[in-house]
């Protein structure tokens, strides 16, 4: 159950997090400038352009550290409190 939870989790924060990537990268890089400036606006974006799943780009590598360790999380939180 703690790895699906984990999965669940990944999976939608994920969105929000390659936007925000993307500002952030945005930010270091001189000379470039993305064509939005905010959360909602890159989400509109990206949605328009290369569609919706192209919000989850990158996301595998995510979900293989953080359903494992969700698991391990949740399991061992009842392992502990049972002791």
């Known amino acids: 159950a703690g790895c699906i939870a984990g999965g669940i989790e990944a999976t939608a924060v994920w969105?929000?997090?390659?936007?925000?990537?993307?500002?952030?990268?945005q930010a270091k890089t001189k000379g470039s400038k993305l064509p939005y400036t905010g959360m909602i606006g890159g989400l509109r974006y990206y949605v328009q352009t290369t569609g919706f799943f192209s919000l989850y780009r990158g996301l595998a590598p995510t979900l293989l550290g953080s359903i494992p360790k969700a698991?391990?999380?949740?399991?061992?939180?009842?392992?502990?409190k049972d002791k």
């Open 71 to 80: 698991g391990i999380r949740f399991g061992l939180n009842s392992v502990i």
């Open 15 to 25: 969105p929000m997090e390659f936007i925000k990537t993307q500002l952030q990268l």
